[in-house]
Each structure stands twice: as structure tokens, then as C-alpha cells.
């Protein structure tokens, strides 16, 4: 599903891979300039920004689905030119 589509539903189950995109855009954050970021990434960042809250889900969930990341690229099914270790 797309993280634009206003259709669009996240449980709590889809949590830990959100929080990884999350994690992989950060890491892209600091390795391209902010332009580009904001260009290439920054609807999706925003909208992630927007759903992993207390607004959405509840604050057990978030921080249990934090838990279950270690911000490494291999989390992520990522082609060669996007990985950013």
C-alpha cells in the first residue's frame, strides 16, 4: 500500500515496519542534502511523522514496535544503489 493513499489503513501490526522506513529515512537524512531528502522522500517522511503517534495508535504500541528495530539496512528489502551503510 502506499503511505500517501488517504484510503489507506495501518494496524498496529504494520508498526515495526513503519518505524523502520522511519529509521531508513532518517539515515538517508543525514547522508543527502536537504533538497534532495525533501524531493525524493519528504511526502512519505511526513506522513509517517503523522501516523506513528499517540493520535494513532496507542503509546504501548508505539514503544513496542521501537523496541523491535535496530536501524540497520538489512531490515529493509533495499536494491544496491539505496543502501546507506
Not at 500500500?1 to 538517508?28: D, I
Not at 537524512?29 to 524531493?39: E, G, I, K, N
Not at 503517534?53 to 533495499?78: G, I, K, N, Y
Amino acid at each position: 500500500m502506499c503511505l500517501l493513499c488517504p484510503l489507506a489503513v495501518f494496524s498496529p501490526r504494520h508498526l515495526p515496519n513503519l518505524m523502520r522506513l522511519r529509521a531508513y529515512f532518517a539515515r538517508q537524512w543525514r547522508l543527502m542534502p536537504a533538497a534532495v531528502f525533501l524531493s525524493v522522500f519528504g511526502p512519505y517522511s511526513q506522513r509517517l511523522d503523522e501516523l506513528l503517534t499517540p493520535a494513532c495508535f496507542e503509546e504501548r504500541a508505539l514503544q513496542h514496535a521501537a523496541e523491535q528495530v535496530v536501524d540497520r539496512d538489512s531490515e529493509l528489502t533495499l536494491r544496491p544503489g539505496e543502501c546507506t551503510e
